[in-house]
T-cell receptor, first 112, second 112 residues
Framework: NAGVTQTPKFRVLKTGQSMTLLCAQD?????MYWYRQDPGMGLRLIHY???????AKGEVPDGYNVSRLKKQNFLLGLESAAPSQTSVYFC???????????FGPGTRLTVL | RKEVEQDPGPFNVPEGATVAFNCTYS??????FFWYRQDCRKEPKLLMS???SGNEDGRFTAQLNRASQYISLLIRDSKLSDSATYLC?????????????FGKGTKLSVIP
């Protein structure tokens, strides 16, 4: 089992560019999450999904969109990147809400 | 009061020492509690769940005090490999929403 994988691992964008981060899990988990982690801020939930075809907003959803067309994949989109979106992005999955979350290795995004 | 608060540290302790971290939470409706561990530039990983009766896993002991709204983590006989940031995590659900809040973490350095 690969667990949770994220693509890409690193990316540099210019302000205004768009991109999509891909998260994939092979554990048949229902729940999937996108977080961002910034120095001194801890992990903050961007969006989450409680099952295929569903998405919901987390604590900091502005500037991001998500889709869960397949159970194993959760995509995070930035339509018009801003320097404030420079961060490390983690994807996670779990079998249910309060259960153990399994994290991917992270994507380091820099927006210039 | 922030929803989840931790002492950021760093805690610098010699090998073999016992060290304890506390974490306070503000919402009395919180239902589940966890400690995650995050190594430098890596993803968070579950260390242990925290149960009302307290629980132990080898050198690690977790306690929950609902009356005072805090959880604690005790590490006995510290090893160099325990050096990491320890994240307190609190879960609650309600009205169709999902709330999993991560603390900012407490950094531990175990010194030879």
């Amino acid at each position: 089992n690969a667990g949770v994988t994220q693509t890409p691992k690193f990316r540099v964008l210019k302000t205004g560019q768009s991109m999509t981060l891909l998260c994939a899990q092979d554990m048949n988990h229902e729940y999937m999450y996108w977080y961002r982690q910034d120095p001194g801020m801890g992990l903050r939930l961007i969006h989450y999904s409680v099952g295929e075809g569903t998405t919901a907003k987390g604590e900091v959803p502005d500037g991001y969109n998500v889709s869960r067309l397949k159970k194993q994949n959760f995509l995070l989109g930035l339509e018009s990147a801003a320097p404030s979106q420079t961060s490390v992005y983690f994807c996670a999955s779990s079998s249910s809400g309060p259960d153990t979350q399994y994290f991917g290795p992270g994507t380091r995004l820099t927006v210039l | 009061r922030k929803e989840v608060e931790q002492d950021p540290g760093p805690f610098n302790v010699p090998e073999g020492a016992t060290v304890a971290f506390n974490c306070t939470y503000s919402n009395s409706a919180s239902q589940s509690f966890f400690w995650y561990r995050q190594d430098c530039r890596k993803e968070p990983k579950l260390l242990m769940s925290v149960y009302s009766s307290g629980n132990e896993d080898g050198r690690f002991t977790a306690q929950l005090n609902r009356a005072s709204q805090y959880i604690s983590l005790l590490i006995r006989d510290s090893k160099l490999s325990d050096s990491a940031t320890y994240l307190c995590v609190v879960y609650r659900s309600g009205a169709g929403s999902y709330q999993l809040t991560f603390g900012k973490g407490t950094k531990l350095s175990v010194i030879p």
